[in-house]
Structures are given as C-alpha cells and as structure tokens.
C-alpha cells in the first residue's frame, strides 16, 4: 500500500510539473504574440502619423504657390500696364519661394511613400515648376504666354486635387 501511494505522489508531482511547464509555454507564447501586436499597432501609428504630416505639408505648399498664381487675377483687373508688371514681379519672387517649399515637401513625401502617393507628389511637382515658369515667360499678362500660364495653373490645380485624393488613400497603413 505504502508502494502505491509513493507512486501515486510521483505520478501526480509530474502531472504538476507537466501542467507547470505547459502553462508557463502557453503565457510565453502569449505574452510574445501580445508583444509582437502592440509592437505593429504602435509601427503602422508612426507611420500613419509621418505620412499624415508629410501629405498635409505637401498640400500646404501647394495651396501657398496657388495663392502666388492666384494673383493673376489682381494683373487682369488692373488697367495700369506698370502695376501689372510690378504685380507679376512679384508674383514670380514670391512664387519662387513657394516652389522650394513644394519640391522639399514633395521629397519628404517620396520618402514616406507609399508609391502611388509619391507618385503623385512628383507630378504635383513637376506641375508647379511647369507654372512657374509659365509665369516667368508672361510679359504683358495678354496673349499666348497668359493662355499657356492658364492652362499650365488649371493642370497644377488638376494635380493638387489629384494628390489629395490619393494621399488620403495613402494613410490607410496595415
């Protein structure tokens, strides 16, 4: 009988010994996956938050260079042929200032990515230089060169809308 019972505490102290390390097993396992989830959960809010603030400063600098382009309104009202010309002065230094904002927010979000995004912002770019030097070529704000500035704006504008609509796809990060 006393052979049993020996057998019997063996038995069940490694049953419990088992028990012990399968249970230990199971809350490592746990505890990795539950680390390895919060570890992504806390990457894709990184990320999420850099391109957030890599698009929105993209579109800033977009929005400041149209506001520059946006005073050719101010050289069609004007009847003065000098202060149209002072005007376009003007807006060809400001403008020059907004496009180095545009082309160092551009680069910003070619790194953030993801393609499609940065892709846009190239175009965008690429659209505001087009302008830009449109702009430059305008003499009299009459004519030809102002039809080609137009048609150069309206693509800037195009594109700034073009950009906004796949930056905001962009920020959906798994």
Do not use: C
């Amino acid at each position: 009988m006393g052979d049993n019972s020996w057998w019997v505490g063996v038995l069940t102290a490694l049953t419990a010994i088992g028990a012990s390390w399968v249970t230990s097993r199971g809350n490592t396992s746990s505890a990795r996956i539950e680390a390895e989830v919060n570890a992504h959960a806390s990457h894709v809010a990184k990320v999420r938050d850099e391109r957030r603030r890599a698009y929105s400063e993209m579109s800033a600098s977009a929005h400041a260079l149209a506001e520059v382009f946006w005073r050719m309104v101010e050289v069609d009202r004007s009847v003065d042929n000098s202060r149209k010309a002072e005007i376009i002065n003007e807006m060809q230094i400001a403008s020059r200032k907004a496009l180095g904002g545009v082309t160092k927010a551009s680069t910003e979000v070619y790194l953030q990515g993801p393609e499609p995004v940065a892709k846009e912002a190239r175009a965008l770019q690429q659209a505001a230089v087009a302008s830009f030097w449109k702009l430059g070529e305008i003499g009299d704000a009459r004519g030809d060169q102002r039809n080609q500035y137009t048609l150069a704006y309206q693509a800037f504008r195009a594109q700034h809308h073009r950009f906004i609509d796949v930056a905001r796809a962009g920020l959906e990060v798994t």
